[in-house]
């Protein structure tokens, strides 16, 4: 079964870059016709999804947050990192990763990450 975690700092300022990663167990990142997205919620809010990337390593992202929005990973850690850049107080939320690119299966358990002004 796979399973997955989230780890980023916790606390981001406004204007800065935000970045979590998401090590994956139990299932490979290269698997053939594999996902692994980036979710967000905000508080009061429904599920956002941010964007994934592909077994390929190829991405799509969300076009609303498509300029701003970078995910990556890397292979020899089993390892995908989702990098969100000139945050606001509004990117405020609960961070996800999954595996799935539109239907996701597998979650890992959230991490809150505050951004202060």
């Known amino acids: 079964q796979v399973q997955l975690q989230e780890t980023g700092p916790g606390l981001v300022k406004s204007s800065q870059t935000l970045s979590l990663t998401c090590t994956v167990s139990?299932?490979?990142?290269?698997?053939?016709?594999?996902?692994w997205s980036w979710i967000r919620q905000s508080p009061g809010k429904g599920l956002e999804w941010i964007g994934y990337i592909g077994h390929s390593g190829s991405t799509l992202y969300n076009p609303s947050l498509k300029n701003r929005t970078s995910i990556s990973r890397d292979t020899s850690k089993s390892q995908f990192t989702l990098q969100l850049s000139s945050v606001t107080p509004e990117a405020t939320a609960v961070y996800y990763c999954a595996s799935g690119g539109t239907y996701w299966d597998s979650w890992g358990q959230g991490t809150q990450v505050p951004v202060s002004s």
């Open positions: 139990g299932g490979s990142i290269t698997s053939i016709y594999s996902y």
